[in-house]
């Protein structure tokens, strides 16, 4: 992509505005935090004091909107206090501008390597800088720095407050995330309805699995739920999958076929009944025409062998989603010591209760679908820390799924150290070098607007630190929103404020509506923000009798500087990731043999379904899919040439190795139990697996076309050796032929599992050597002979 193009694609996507789900209760929360700080310094410490609790309020809403899984208490916490040392510490070398230069430059490298950490974290670090280059300005003595520092802190107190008192949507995020994951495996049924080997996007998963880390005191608050139905989705999503492919499910036409349409849509809407359920927290609302299509009794006879079991195994992990996704009042914990001691009484009465048989048999049924109708059998062992069998008692700590815990903000401090540790041994680390040039631009702004011919100089590094990104289309895409905002903003905050010469307490009213309107258009798009945030910060200054004239005309023209300097600095020493996009290739590829390796030496040393090495390796695999994706969306924008990577190239091998996991996801649906008669040839062609895709890998990293040998040379041997290799199609036959003959000696109410005979799975893996074929003839075209 040309620099031009690139330069009009930054230009459009920085003046977007989206129409995203406004959360008008949350701005007015913020709001009224904001108010009651301003309000409360203005009339007791003066317009000073004011201005600099205003910035300590206004920011640590802000954190609090930002997308993490932390509470937003702590949040509002860390940016409150840290805003206040980095001010208190900044004023005390503010007296000396080279010891205040360099302290700038400390913290302005540091937080620049914080981004490694998170983009939350980058967040309230960089808008630290920013406010620390204002706040500064405002004390005159050292005991005043700490008045300064003080109601600072008292804002992000106040805001930290706020959502304890008045909680909002409790666990929204979280509740989200898990319908997001159940919403979108809703759409992948209804999908597979029509493409019965649909691709399938992760990351609404992840997300999910994110959100589901807690912190200890999280994990005993937490709805009850939120607690199963992520890891019961985890389970549907291979078993829609191999319902509905023919290598290995249902024929590609026929009754089988229309009846698995059936239950596929039936499942989806199910599916999502259960994420609007869990995203409300209100009871799940069964569709009447889902419930028909999974209750219907010839299903039995029309579906047979793995189909069948399929089916039947859908049918159970949908009743255990709808059971999981129904709120559970009474498995809520209790809250104050009146509950907990209510709670004790129930669970140990003074007399026994007792229970006669005519009212235990009057007791319903624990699965939702049961209750509807249908019969879902047991299923198979659920993973480690999973809950399969809806809630069982909520309370009951022994069927309650075992916590994904999250450390504490204290325990964070040694992690966060050795991870920017090891960003600072890289030398090509986009993070190092995203340090490097936002210090320099803070530095050289700072003495820019010092020297200049202004006051306020200091809204040059401002804007620079507050557009500046680790990658080139937000930092180019910010500098344009920015200044365009920042002109509509000031020109309409000057225009009021010349119409109507308000005083103090009336600026201070108008910057506060001016943050209300941020809080409430905060996810509409960066343009607009950044309105509201130019007018609020004219308000705020003119509390303090800045002159409104000379501050429109110095806040566009430093701010144009700024956005020049962050600009310019990308251009001179860049990060780009198009150059990277082999090494991101190379990642998931060795990240997808692995997960293809460990799945087929479960065949060797049977295990059952769950596999902790399998899941691991599973979790990888997503891990480096989704840091593909999102390193090829930031390459698209580059103004740098594909360098042996076109984007057809690109395309092609991210296809084919998204086919190679799921051809490891339909084996792993069908992992035979501990116990079951093992394949030894699995273990050679596990070995294999791993091998090759790591001499692949290291091949795309030096420009080379990648050669599967050693699984070739496997495959060989191991045809060689009597086995007979098969067609796509041939995986489906040999597991139905293996799995019809047990199912008929024990019957078709049992839900039997057979090991697949080992040609099934050689066809397997003849199909992934296809897959890494054509990973091969994807990055042929464009790699030097």
């Known amino acids: 992509m040309s620099w031009l193009r690139a330069l009009k694609e930054t230009t459009r996507s920085g003046l977007k505005v989206e129409r995203n789900r406004l959360e008008p209760l949350l701005a007015l929360r913020a709001t009224v935090g904001l108010a009651l700080v301003v309000t409360g310094t203005l009339a007791f410490a003066g317009p000073e004091a004011a201005v600099s609790s205003a910035f300590g309020a206004f920011q640590a809403a802000i954190a609090t909107f930002q997308r993490s899984w932390r509470p937003r208490p702590v949040l509002a916490l860390a940016s409150g206090t840290t805003l206040a040392v980095t001010t208190f510490l900044g004023y005390v070398a503010g007296a ?31 808008s630290n800088v920013a406010m620390v280059l204002v706040t500064v300005t405002l004390p005159a003595t050292v005991a005043e720095a700490a008045g300064h520092a003080a109601v600072i802190f008292l804002g992000g107190l106040v805001q930290a407050a706020l959502i304890v008192l008045f909680p909002i949507r409790r666990w929204g995020p979280q509740r989200d995330a898990l319908a997001d994951a159940l919403a979108a495996e809703a759409d992948y049924a209804r999908r ?7 691709p399938f996007d992760p990351a609404p998963l992840m997300t999910a699995r994110e959100a589901a880390v807690v912190t200890a005191r999280q994990a005993r608050t937490r709805p009850s739920e939120l607690h199963g139905a992520r890891g019961l989705a985890e389970r549907i999503r291979p078993v829609l999958a191999s319902l509905a492919d023919p290598a290995v499910g249902a024929a590609a036409e026929g009754p089988q076929r229309d009846r698995v349409r059936e239950l596929l849509a039936a499942a989806g809407e199910v599916l999502d009944a259960a994420a609007r359920a869990i995203r409300h927290g209100e009871p799940v609302a069964l569709p009447p025409g889902a419930l028909a299509a999974l ?25 255990d989603v709808v059971e999981t996704a129904t709120p559970d009042t009474a498995a809520a914990p209790p809250r104050t010591i009146v509950h907990r001691l209510a709670l004790w009484l129930r669970r140990n009465p003074l007399t026994p209760a007792t229970t006669s048989p ?3 048999a009057t007791q319903p049924v624990p699965s939702a679908l049961a209750e509807a109708g249908t019969q879902p059998v047991a299923t198979a062992p659920a993973t480690p820390g999973v809950q399969g069998g809806g809630k069982g008692g909520g309370l009951q700590s022994d069927t309650r799924p075992i916590p994904l815990l999250r450390p504490s903000v204290p325990a964070l401090g040694p992690q966060a150290a050795r991870k920017i540790n090891k960003e600072l041994r890289q030398s090509s680390s986009p993070y190092l070098r995203h340090a490097v040039r936002v210090t320099a631009v803070v530095v050289a702004g700072y003495v820019l607007g010092h020297f200049l011919p202004f006051g306020h100089g200091y809204w040059a590094p401002l804007a620079s630190v507050m557009v500046m990104r680790p990658d080139f289309s937000q930092t180019y895409g ?13 020109a309409a905050a000057s225009g009021v404020a010349l119409l109507t010469d308000p005083g103090s307490w009336l600026s201070m009213m108008l910057a506060i509506v001016c943050a209300g309107l941020m809080y409430l258009f905060l996810r509409t798009g960066y343009v607009v923000t950044q309105v509201a945030i130019a007018a609020y910060i004219v308000f705020l200054l003119g509390t303090i009798g800045a002159d409104v004239n000379q501050t429109v005309y110095e806040r566009i023209l ?75 969306a930031r390459a698209a924008d580059e103004p740098v040439r594909h360098r042996g990577l076109s984007r057809a190239a690109a395309e092609g091998a991210g296809e084919a190795l998204a086919q190679l996991a799921r051809i490891g996801m339909l084996m792993e649906a069908h992992l035979p139990e501990r116990g079951a008669p093992a394949v030894p040839a699995a273990a050679a062609l596990a070995e294999a697996l791993r091998e090759a895709t790591e001499q692949g890998a290291k091949a795309v990293r030096e420009r080379k076309v990648p050669d599967w040998g050693p699984v070739r040379a496997c495959l060989e041997d191991w045809d060689g050796a009597g086995g007979e290799a098969a067609d796509a199609g041939g995986v489906g036959e040999a597991l139905q032929a293996g799995q019809d003959l047990q199912a008929g000696v024990a019957g078709v109410a049992g839900d039997v599992r057979e090991a697949p005979p080992e040609h099934a799975v050689l066809d ?3 199909m992934m050597l296809g897959a890494l074929d054509e990973v091969s003839d994807a990055l042929e075209p464009t790699l030097p002979r």
């Open 358 to 360: 005519a009212e235990a």
């Open 558 to 632: 430093l701010t144009l500087l700024g956005g020049l300097l962050a600009m310019l600095s990308y251009a001179v020493y860049p990060a780009w990731e198009t150059p990277r996009l082999r090494t991101r290739l190379a990642d998931w590829i060795v990240a997808d043999g692995r997960y293809a390796a460990a799945v087929v030496a479960h065949y060797a040393e049977p295990a059952g379904p769950a596999c902790p090495d399998v899941r691991k390796a599973l979790l990888d695999a997503r891990a480096a899919r989704i840091a593909w994706r999102e390193a090829q």
């Open 192 to 198: 597979l309805r029509h493409d019965p080997t649909a």
């Open 478 to 490: 910010r500098a344009v929103a920015r200044f365009g905002g920042t002109v509509l903003g000031v």
């Open 764 to 766: 397997g893996a003849h």
């Open 295 to 319: 209750r219907t009794p010839d299903t039995a006879a029309i579906l047979v062998g793995p189909p069948r079991r399929a089916a039947r195994r859908l049918s159970a992990l949908l009743g």
């Open 96 to 126: 000396h501008l080279p010891l205040f230069l360099g302290l700038l430059a400390l913290w302005t490298f540091v937080t620049g390597l914080s981004w490694a950490l998170g983009p939350t974290v980058g967040v309230i670090a960089s």
